[in-house]
């Protein structure tokens, strides 16, 4: 079964204080690693999709990383804006994908 | 394009009452999932179609959940009778044929007392 691991449950940054989320997963054959971000009350936003180990894709402040093993959410010089929960996802087979637990991001100013 | 659209946005209902979500996928898109999201157990699928047909119904938890796509516009998740433990928020989302990104709607919060 996939098993998606995101760290850390939380992130607590200053503004400007640059940082990365992890997510690691365990899955057989990946087809492609998803980023996505979710506000209070509002549904996933699509971010990113990364498909390769060594791609990288960049969105304004968030750059996002892959290897064999894990991907990385690269948070520069954050603003409160970047508060958010960000949610790795995996997909194996199909379109299905499966989901990590998120890693809530608060900014303060 | 307007985005995933569902309906209603809260709903607040009894045990043992029925409760119907709707759905309205992107223009476009040929496949439609439907996702329930706790804290206890993070955003699980349910179920998924492609072209109005259930591909994958694994993740419904139990005969009381059903899903229909009577076209490839609008889709229904029911829920009959409904239990305290169903409350959730139920997203929906859709994504084209050969794109994996899936886009999501702004979700049912489902509260059943």
């Known amino acids: 079964e996939d098993q998606v691991t995101q760290s850390p449950e939380a992130l607590r940054l200053q503004e400007g204080e640059s940082s990365s989320l992890n997510c690691s997963y365990t899955?057989?054959?990946?087809?492609?690693l998803f980023w996505y971000r979710q506000d209070p009350g509002k549904g996933p936003e699509f971010l990113f999709t990364l498909y390769s180990a060594g791609e990288e894709k960049e969105k304004e402040r968030l750059k996002a990383t892959l290897t064999k093993k894990e991907s990385f959410l690269h948070i520069t010089a954050p603003k409160p804006e970047d508060s958010a929960t960000y949610l790795c996802?995996?997909?194996?087979?199909?379109?299905?994908?499966?989901f990590g637990a998120g890693t809530t991001v608060t900014v303060r100013a | 394009d307007a985005g995933v659209i569902q309906s209603p946005r809260h709903e607040v209902t009894e045990m043992g009452q029925e409760v119907t979500l709707r759905c309205k996928p992107i223009s476009g898109h040929d496949y439609l999932f439907w996702y329930r999201q706790t804290m206890m157990r993070g955003l699980e699928l349910l179920i998924y179609?492609?072209?109005?047909?259930?591909?994958?119904d694994s993740g419904m938890p139990e005969d009381r959940f059903s899903a229909k796509m009577p076209n490839a516009s609008f889709s229904t998740l029911k829920i009959q009778p409904s239990e305290p433990r169903d409350s959730a928020v139920y997203f929906c989302a859709s994504s084209r044929q050969g794109q994996y990104e899936q886009f999501f709607g702004p979700g049912t919060r489902l509260t059943v007392l």
């Open positions: 899955v057989s054959g990946l087809r492609g």
């Open positions: 179609f492609n072209n109005n047909v259930p591909i994958d």
């Open positions: 996802a995996v997909q194996a087979g199909g379109y299905k994908l499966s």
